[in-house]
C-alpha cells in the first residue's frame, strides 16, 4: 500500500526502472521504501503519521510474518521493528532478514519500550540491528534517523546505478573497438585485392559471384551487375565457357579448389589466357561447411606464348637435326664396313667406331628431343599391335645386359608363372623405348650394384618393375622426376637432360597405365609399370 501523498507531480506509478536513466534522476523518481512492523495499529499509525515524506514509501506490516512477506519482494531503505509482538517476536524477525543474502545489510532500527532493559537493547545490537528508538517515539528523533538511512540507501543506488552504467560504457567501448579493427582489417583486404596484378572475385558458398575487383572490371567490362551469380563466365571464351562451367560446378559440389587454364575475353573483343584459381574459404566454426569462395584469374598469354615458342622451336629443331644425323650415321657405318676385317688401321678403326658411338648417343637425344615436341603438340601416336611383353623385355634385358655387365651392375631377370607370356595390344617399339629408359636409368644411377627386373601379373594388369641398389632418389623430387626436364642430379656428376622419365610415362599413360617410384637415398629405387592387358590376353587366355 503506497501511503505517500503525490507531491512530485506526475511521477505517480512510475515503472521505468533504475537502470534505464541517469543515476540521479531515477535515484529521486522512485520513492524509497521503508517498512514499519508493529503488533499494535495505533503505534503503525503514529509512526506513519511522523514518517510521511513525499520521498519515502510507507509500507506497514502488523506481524513478524507479514514484514517477512514484504521484505521478500521489497528491497528497503529501512526497516522499523518493534521489539515485542506476539508469535514471532522482533529478534527473531531480524535473525531471519539477516539470514537472506538480498536483505541481509538493510539496516534495522528497533523500537523498544522505554521501561525494556538494557539487555534487551544488546540483544537487538547482537541480532543486527544498527539503532533502536525508544517508544512513544520521539517525532524529531524518528525523522531524522530515517532520513540517515534513506539517505544512505540512496546514496548505495546511484553508486550502483554508476557502476553499472560503467561496465555498459565500457561495452560499447569495446564493441566499438571490435567493430573499427574489423572494418580496418575489411579495408585492408580490400585495397590488397585492388592491388594485385590480377582479376579477382569473391563469390557465396553456392557459387555465386558477390564481389569482383577493378582489374576485373577492366579487363572483361563485366561490373558486378554482369558477374552476379553465373554472370562470370559470360567473361570466358566461348570455347572454353561449356568445360569451365562443368568443371566450376563439380568443384562447387565437392568444396574443391579449382584450377584451370581459360581464355577470358577482353572489352574489344580479343581474349587472352588467364590462369584460374579458385578456392574455398572454409568456415572455421562448421568443419567442412565452405563460407565462400575466392577466384583470382592471372594473365599467362606471354608464358604460355613462349612456351609454345619453345616447343615449336624444339619440334623445328630436332626435325632439323635428324636429317643431316641420318645421313652421317648411314656414312659411318659403311666406313667401318669398308674398314674391316681386312684392315690393319688399328687407330682408323677405334676412331670410327668412338665416332659411331658419339653419333649415335646424338641420334638418342635428338629423338628424345623430338618425342617430347610431339607430346607437346598433342601428337604421341601409338601404333598397336599384338605384343609378347615379356619378350620385348627379356629382349631389352639381353640388349643392356654387356653394357651393365661394364658398369658393375649384372641384370637379372624373372617373370613368374603366369606372366611367361604376356599378351596385348600394344605399341612394341614405344614399350620398348619404355623398358630401355627405365634399364638404362638403372645402370646410370645404379652405383654399380645388381639390378633385378620382375614381371608379373595382378589381376587385369601386367606389372613390370625394375629394382637397381644405387643413390636413389629423396622424397622431395619423388613427384617431380617423371615431369618436362626435371632431374634429381646435378649435370656435373650425371650427364642427362631430364626427358626420358617424362616420354616414359607419357607412352605409359597413353596405353592406359601407370608407373610409380619407390625410393630411399643410397638404398636403391624401383619403378613399376602397370599396363592393363585388355581384351588380346582374353583371346589368347
Ligand atoms: P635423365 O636421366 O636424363 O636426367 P630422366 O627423365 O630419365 O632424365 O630421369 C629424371 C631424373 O630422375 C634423373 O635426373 C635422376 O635424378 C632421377 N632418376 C631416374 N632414374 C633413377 C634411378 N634409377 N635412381 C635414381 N635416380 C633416378
Redesign the pocket.
Known amino acids: 500500500m503506497r501511503l505517500t501523498p503525490h507531491s512530485f507531480g506526475s511521477r505517480g506509478d512510475d515503472t521505468s526502472t533504475p537502470t534505464s536513466g541517469p543515476a540521479e534522476g531515477s535515484a529521486l523518481r522512485e520513492p524509497a521504501s521503508v517498512l514499519l512492523v508493529d503488533d499494535r495499529p495505533e503505534d503503525l499509525l503514529a509512526l506513519s503519521n511522523m514518517l510521511t515524506h513525499p520521498e519515502y514509501r510507507l509500507v506497514m506490516a502488523r506481524s513478524g510474518a507479514e514484514a517477512l512477506r514484504r521484505v521478500l519482494d521489497t528491497d528497503f531503505a529501512v526497516i522499523l521493528l518493534d521489539v515485542m509482538m506476539p508469535g514471532m517476536d522482533g529478534f527473531e524477525v531480524a535473525t531471519m532478514i539477516k539470514s537472506r543474502d538480498r536483505s541481509r545489510d538493510t539496516p534495522i532500527l528497533f523500537l523498544t519500550a522505554a521501561h525494556q532493559d538494557v539487555s534487551s537493547i544488546y540483544r537487538a545490537y547482537s541480532v543486527g540491528a544498527v539503532d533502536y528508538l525508544t517508544k512513544p517515539v520521539d517525532e524529531a528523533v524518528a525523522r531524522a534517523k530515517v532520513g540517515i538511512f534513506v539517505e544512505l540507501f540512496r546514496k548505495d543506488q546511484r553508486i550502483q546505478e554508476q557502476a553499472l552504467a560503467l561496465r555498459e560504457a565500457d561495452r560499447r567501448e569495446r564493441e566499438l573497438q571490435l567493430a573499427e579493427v574489423r572494418l580496418l582489417s575489411e579495408k585492408r583486404y580490400r585495397s590488397l585485392v585492388e592491388m594485385i596484378p590480377a582479376a579477382v572475385w569473391t563469390a557465396y558458398p553456392d557459387g555465386s559471384v558477390n564481389y569482383c575487383n577493378h582489374r576485373w572490371h577492366e579487363f572483361t567490362g563485366l561490373r558486378l551487375d554482369g558477374a552476379r551469380g553465373r554472370g562470370w563466365l559470360g567473361a570466358v571464351h566461348p570455347d572454353d565457357t561449356e568445360r569451365v562451367a562443368a568443371e566450376w560446378s563439380s568443384a562447387i559440389s565437392r568444396n574443391e579448389t579449382y584450377a584451370s587454364e581459360l581464355r577470358l575475353l577482353r572489352t574489344d573483343g580479343t581474349s587472352r589466357w588467364h590462369l584460374c584459381h579458385i578456392i574455398p574459404e572454409m568456415d572455421h566454426h562448421h568443419r567442412g561447411r565452405v563460407r565462400g569462395w575466392l577466384g583470382m584469374f592471372a594473365d599467362c598469354e606471354e608464358l604460355k606464348r613462349a612456351v609454345e615458342a619453345r616447343d615449336e622451336f624444339l619440334s623445328i629443331a630436332s626435325h632439323e637435326l635428324r636429317t643431316p644425323l641420318s645421313t652421317l650415321l648411314l656414312n659411318l657405318d659403311s666406313l667401318k664396313r669398308q674398314l674391316s676385317p681386312t684392315s690393319t688401321d688399328e687407330r682408323a678403326r677405334r676412331k670410327l667406331e668412338s665416332a659411331l658411338r658419339q653419333t649415335l648417343r646424338m641420334e638418342k637425344l635428338v629423338n628424345s628431343l623430338l618425342d617430347v615436341a610431339r607430346i607437346a603438340a598433342g601428337r604421341l601416336e601409338l601404333e598397336l599391335e599384338e605384343s609378347n611383353l615379356t619378350e620385348i623385355v627379356r629382349q631389352c634385358v639381353d640388349r643392356l645386359s654387356e653394357q651393365a655387365m661394364s658398369a658393375g651392375s649384372p641384370m637379372g631377370m624373372h617373370a613368374s608363372r603366369d606372366a611367361r607370356d604376356i599378351v596385348g595390344r600394344w605399341d612394341r617399339m614405344r614399350i620398348e623405348q619404355v623398358v630401355t629408359?627405365l634399364l638404362s636409368?638403372?645402370i646410370?644411377?645404379?652405383d654399380g650394384k645388381p639390378i633385378e627386373v620382375s614381371m608379373e601379373v595382378e589381376g587385369d594388369q601386367a606389372v613390370v618393375r625394375v629394382r637397381?641398389y644405387?643413390?636413389?632418389?629423396a622424397p622431395e623430387?619423388l613427384d617431380r622426376?617423371f615431369d618436362r626436364f626435371?632431374?634429381?642430379?646435378s649435370s656435373r656428376n650425371?650427364s642427362?637432360?631430364?626427358?626420358?622419365?617424362?616420354i616414359t610415362r607419357q607412352i605409359i599413360e597413353a596405353h592406359g597405365g601407370a608407373i610409380a617410384v619407390e625410393?630411399e637415398v643410397g638404398q636403391g629405387?624401383v619403378?613399376s609399370v602397370h599396363l592393363p592387358i585388355g581384351e588380346v590376353q582374353a583371346i589368347s587366355a
Open positions: 629408359n636409368n638403372a646410370k644411377y645404379g637397381d644405387g643413390i636413389g632418389i623430387h622426376i626435371e632431374r634429381a642430379v650425371y642427362g637432360l631430364g626427358m626420358g622419365l617424362y625410393s629405387s619403378f
